[in-house]
């Protein structure tokens, strides 16, 4: 069973500062990417960042220059440091692994609860 679980959402004003935590535990092998993605309110979940195992990251053209995504491996943890946040990043964020649960097993995608954050204006 792996569970990922989200915590560091909540309520701030515009040019304020957040950081989102994941953590992924249970029977867990391997994991490669890690991401968060971001669902706003009646619109679809999208690509926010990622992080490969290999420190290669990926950022939504939105975000550049705004968050750093970094992950510790030893923990199973992803982190997502989100400043000089505006409105329009008001969203629900998710986030999500490939891993494997065993050495033979494939990858799959796993997701978390999600963690609301509200950027005031």
């Known amino acids: 069973q792996v569970q990922l679980v989200e915590s560091g959402g909540g309520l701030v004003q515009a040019g304020g500062s957040l950081r989102l935590s994941c953590a992924a535990s249970?029977?867990?092998?391997?994991?490669?990417?890690l991401g968060w993605y971001g669902q706003a309110p009646g619109k679809q979940r999208e690509f926010v960042a990622s992080i490969t195992s290999g420190g290669r990251i990926n950022y939504a053209d939105s975000v550049k220059g705004r968050f750093t995504i970094s992950r510790d491996n030893a923990k199973n943890t992803v982190f997502l440091q989100m400043n000089s946040l505006k409105p329009e990043d008001t969203a629900v964020y998710y986030c999500d692994a490939d891993l494997q649960i065993t050495m033979t097993t494939t990858y799959q995608s796993y997701w978390g609860q999600g963690t609301q954050v509200t950027v005031s204006s």
């Open positions: 249970g029977s867990i092998f391997s994991i490669a990417t």
